[in-house]
C-alpha cells in the first residue's frame, strides 16, 4: 500500500515538472507579418489625402473594394477622369459650406468617415434606382458616378443640368443629416404627428400625390426619419427661391401648411442642437453651387 | 505476485510525446502570408512583362451569353491599359488593377475598363451581361498563358501574350458585328442551314444583341435547337460557342462573304450559311390556330422594346412616329383587337403630360395564305388631331398593307404570364413586333 502511495506521488510531480516544461516555446518574438508599408499613391490618392483625409477627417474609397459592396448586385468601378470633378465639386458645394458656417471641428467630428464612390446604377428588384446607402454613420456609399461629368458639366446653364447636379448632392445632404438626426434627437412626436400617414409603399406614390399629402418626396412617406432628412436634403440642394416654390406645389392648403410645420421643426433643431442656421447654410450653399458652375 | 499499476507511467509517455517539436519537418520554407505575397509579385511581374500585354475572349455566363474580347497592357505600378469590343468604336481606356490574396490569387480591376462593362447594370438588365470586376488566377500553363475564372460565377478564359496587331483589330470587329447584326432594313426571316451535299437542316436564327446569343429553331418542325448558342467576333468571322453540330461534324467559324451578303463556315464536306429570306421558311398555321375573336394584340414599349423579337425595322418607325408626335406626345401601346369574327380596330395609346389618350379605326379582317391581312373599314380615325394622324402614318401603313401580316406564336414569356405573339409585316418583312394575347369582353 505503501509502494502504492509512493509511485502515484512520484508520478504526480513527474507530471508536474513535465507539464511546466513540454509545451514550453523558446520561439523569440518576430516581427509582424502584417504589411504596414505605405502603398505606392496616385496623383489622385494624394490630392484626396491633401484636401480631404487631412483636414477632414474623411476619407474616400475610389476603387473597387469587394468588401466595401453588396455582392449580390452587379455594379462598376467609377472612371477615374469622373472622381476628381465629382470630388471637386464635394469639397466645394458639401464640406466648405458647413465649414463656413459652423466650422471645421464640426465637420471633422460628424461628417462620415468613409465615402465609397461606385460608377454604375444600382438597381434594386422593383426597377427604381438607389442613389446612396449610409451605414452606421461612418460610410456612404454613392452611385452613379461614372455619369456626373456627362449630366452635369456640358451645361452649366442648364436647368437639367442642375437638376442632376443636386441629385447627388441631394443623396449626400440626406445621409449627412441622417447621422445628426441619430446623433441628438430631434422632436419627434411633435414631427410624426403632422403627416402619420407614412407607408412602406411610398414607391406607389408619385411626386404630385406625394406632394398633396404633405410629403416634399414620395420616399418622404416612408417613415419621420426619411421625411425630416429630404425636406432638408431638398432645402439644402435647392435655392431659397426655388425652395420657396417648392413648398408652394402641394394643391391644397393642409399640405402646403404641414410642409411648413415640418420644416419650422427641422429649422430649430439645427438651430438650437447644432447652433446651425438652415437659411444661412441654404444662401452659402447656393452662392457655392453657383460659383461651381461658373468655374 | 506483486501487481504494478503501470498507467500512471503510461500516461506520462504520452503526455511527453504530445508535445514533441516536429519544426523540423515543416512542408513549406515561409508562412503562408509571404509565399502569397511573392506568388502576387511573381503574377505581377509576369503580367507586365508582356511587351503587347494580353488578349482574351470572355464569356462571362455559359448559359445566358456570347462573348467579348479585350486586350489589356499591365504595367509594374498597377496601372493598365485595356481596349474591347463590348462597346462600339472602343478606345483604349486607362485604369488601375491589384493583385489580391483572396480565394488564391485574384487580378482585380479597380477602376471602370472596357471588362467592366459587362458588370454594368441596367433598368433591363439589372444583372449587366453577368460580368465581374475580380477574376481568379487560376494556373499558368507550360506555354505562359494565364488561366482565369470570374469570382463571380466560375466561368473560365485564357489570358494570352498579345501581338502589337491585336490592338488594331479590335476596332474591326464592330464591322463584322454590324454584318451580323444587319441593317433595320434586312429581312427579320433570317435562316442558318447547315448540310453536306446530299442533306441539310434549315433553322430559323434570331439573335439578341445584348447578351450576344442566337436562338435557333429548326425550321421543319419549330422545335427549338438551342437557345444558348454564344457568339463571339473577330476583325473578319463570328465564332459560335458551343459549335454547331452536324452528323458529328462541328463548325465553330462562319466567316462573312461580302459579294453574297452572307456569313458561310465550312468544314470537310459539312457548309454553313447564314442568310436572310423575305418569306418564312414555313408559314406554319399559328393563325388558323388562334382564336381571334375578342382577342386583342398589344405591343407595350415598356417591356416588349428590348426583346429580340422587336425588329429594329419595326423600332426605327415606332421612333419615327415619336419624333413627328407634337406637343411632347409620345406613342407607348399599339392594340390590335379582334372584336368580332370579321371586325376590329387598331388603337394607338400616347400619352401627353400625365394624361393618356387614343387614336383607332376600324378594320374587317381575312386570312390570305397564312398571312392576316387587315382592311380599313373606311370609317376614319376616332380623332381628329391631323398632327397625331400624320405622325402615326407610316405605322399605319403598314398595318394596313394589302399584304398583311405573318402570325407567329412564341414559346417566349416577356414579364407578363400572356401568351405572345409577331407581327411581321409581308408588306416589310423587316418590321416585327412581339404582342401579348389576351381575351376581351367587349
Redesign the interface.
Known amino acids: 500500500m505503501k509502494n502504492?502511495t509512493a509511485?502515484?506521488k512520484i508520478?504526480l510531480i513527474?507530471?508536474s515538472l513535465?507539464?511546466w516544461s513540454?509545451?514550453g516555446n523558446d520561439d523569440e518574438i518576430k516581427e509582424s507579418?502584417i504589411?504596414t508599408s505605405t502603398p505606392?499613391l496616385?496623383a489622385m490618392d494624394v490630392w484626396i489625402r491633401e484636401n480631404l483625409t487631412t483636414p477632414y477627417n474623411i476619407s474616400i474609397n475610389?476603387?473597387?473594394d469587394?468588401n466595401e459592396l453588396d455582392n449580390s448586385?452587379?455594379?462598376?468601378?467609377?472612371?477615374?477622369r469622373e472622381v476628381e470633378p465629382f470630388l471637386d465639386a464635394f469639397l466645394e458645394v458639401m464640406i466648405r459650406p458647413f465649414e463656413e458656417e459652423v466650422g471645421t471641428d464640426f465637420v471633422k467630428e460628424y461628417f462620415p468617415k468613409l465615402f465609397v464612390l461606385v460608377?454604375?446604377?444600382?438597381?434594386n428588384?422593383d426597377?427604381s434606382r438607389r442613389l446612396g446607402v449610409a451605414e452606421g454613420g461612418k460610410k456612404v456609399v454613392l452611385y452613379e458616378l461614372?455619369y456626373f461629368t456627362e449630366r452635369t458639366s456640358e451645361a452649366s446653364t442648364s436647368e437639367l443640368a442642375r437638376e442632376r447636379f443636386a441629385r447627388y448632392f441631394h443623396t449626400i445632404e440626406h445621409e449627412f443629416g441622417h447621422i445628426l438626426q441619430q446623433t441628438k434627437a430631434y422632436d419627434a412626436e411633435k414631427f410624426g404627428s403632422i403627416t402619420p400617414q407614412y407607408r412602406s409603399t411610398w414607391n406607389n406614390l408619385d411626386e404630385q400625390e406625394a406632394l398633396n399629402l404633405g410629403y416634399i418626396t414620395p420616399y418622404s412617406a416612408k417613415n419621420m426619419d426619411e421625411d425630416f432628412v429630404e425636406i432638408l436634403a431638398m432645402m439644402l440642394t435647392n435655392t431659397a427661391e426655388d425652395f420657396e416654390a417648392i413648398l408652394n406645389l402641394p394643391e391644397n392648403d393642409e399640405a402646403r401648411e404641414a410642409l411648413r410645420a415640418k420644416l419650422e421643426i427641422i429649422v430649430d433643431y439645427y438651430r438650437e442642437s447644432w447652433n446651425i442656421d438652415l437659411y444661412e447654410l441654404q444662401e452659402i450653399i447656393a452662392k457655392k453651387r453657383q460659383a461651381y458652375f461658373e468655374k | 505476485m506483486k501487481k504494478y499499476n503501470f498507467y500512471p507511467l503510461l500516461f506520462l509517455l504520452l503526455i511527453l510525446c504530445s508535445c514533441s517539436n516536429d519544426d523540423d519537418t515543416e512542408i513549406f520554407d515561409l508562412p503562408a502570408d509571404e509565399r502569397m505575397n511573392t506568388l502576387l509579385l511573381e503574377y505581377r511581374n509576369t503580367l507586365a512583362a508582356s511587351q503587347d500585354g494580353w488578349k482574351t475572349t470572355f464569356y462571362p455566363d455559359t448559359t445566358y451569353t456570347g462573348g467579348w474580347s479585350f486586350v489589356m497592357k499591365f504595367d509594374e505600378h498597377y496601372g493598365v491599359e485595356m481596349i474591347g469590343d463590348v462597346v462600339k468604336n472602343p478606345e483604349v481606356e486607362e485604369g488601375t488593377y491589384a493583385l489580391l490574396g483572396s480565394q488564391g490569387p485574384v487580378l482585380s480591376f479597380k477602376s471602370y475598363l472596357p471588362i467592366t462593362e459587362l458588370s454594368n447594370p441596367s433598368a433591363s438588365h439589372p444583372q449587366a451581361r453577368y460580368g465581374s470586376n475580380e477574376f481568379v488566377i487560376v494556373e499558368e500553363r507550360d506555354n505562359g498563358d494565364l488561366v482565369m475564372k470570374s469570382k463571380r460565377n466560375d466561368s473560365r478564359f485564357v489570358l494570352k501574350k498579345a501581338g502589337e496587331e491585336d490592338w488594331k483589330n479590335i476596332g474591326l470587329h464592330s464591322e463584322t458585328e454590324n454584318n451580323f447584326i444587319g441593317s433595320p432594313l434586312n429581312s427579320v426571316y433570317r435562316f442558318f442551314t447547315i448540310g453536306n451535299q446530299t442533306d441539310s437542316i434549315v433553322y430559323e436564327m434570331v439573335y439578341d444583341e445584348y447578351f450576344r446569343q442566337m436562338t435557333l429553331t429548326n425550321a421543319d418542325d419549330a422545335v427549338v435547337q438551342s437557345k444558348d448558342k454564344g457568339v463571339a467576333f473577330t476583325k473578319d468571322s463570328v465564332y459560335v460557342e458551343p459549335p454547331i453540330m452536324y452528323d458529328g461534324v462541328a463548325i465553330a467559324a462562319l466567316f462573312y462573304d461580302k459579294d453574297q451578303s452572307l456569313f458561310i463556315g465550312r468544314n470537310g464536306d459539312v457548309t454553313a450559311k447564314l442568310y436572310y429570306s423575305p418569306v418564312p421558311y414555313n408559314l406554319g398555321n399559328d393563325i388558323a390556330d388562334i382564336n381571334l375573336t375578342k382577342n386583342m394584340f398589344s405591343y407595350r414599349d415598356d417591356t416588349l422594346e428590348d426583346t429580340p423579337y422587336t425588329s429594329p425595322g419595326f423600332v426605327h418607325l415606332y421612333d419615327e412616329v415619336n419624333d413627328l408626335m407634337l406637343g411632347g406626345r409620345i406613342l407607348w401601346r399599339i392594340e390590335v383587337h379582334f372584336m368580332t369574327e370579321t371586325e376590329g380596330r387598331v388603337r394607338y395609346r400616347y400619352s401627353s403630360g400625365d394624361t393618356n389618350y387614343s387614336a383607332y379605326h376600324y378594320f374587317r379582317y381575312q386570312a390570305e395564305d397564312n398571312r392576316m391581312v387587315l382592311t380599313e373599314t373606311g370609317d376614319g380615325w376616332s380623332t381628329t388631331n391631323q398632327g397625331v394622324i400624320n405622325a402615326l402614318s407610316n405605322l399605319d401603313d403598314i398595318f394596313f398593307s394589302s399584304k398583311g401580316f405573318y402570325i407567329k406564336k412564341l414559346s417566349e414569356r416577356y414579364t407578363y404570364t400572356n401568351v405572345v405573339y409577331t407581327f411581321t409585316s409581308a408588306e416589310d418583312p423587316s418590321v416585327r413586333f412581339p404582342t401579348y394575347s389576351a381575351l376581351t369582353t367587349f
Not at chain 1, 448586385?73 to 477615374?80: E, S, V
Not at chain 1, 460608377?119 to 438597381?123: D, I, Q, T
Request: with cysteine; aromatic share 20%.
Open positions: 502504492k509511485i502515484y508520478t513527474m507530471l513535465f507539464l513540454a509545451c507579418r504589411d505606392e496616385t475610389y476603387t473597387f469587394d448586385r452587379y455594379l462598376t468601378p467609377p472612371k477615374l460608377g454604375s446604377y444600382n438597381y428588384s426597377g461614372n
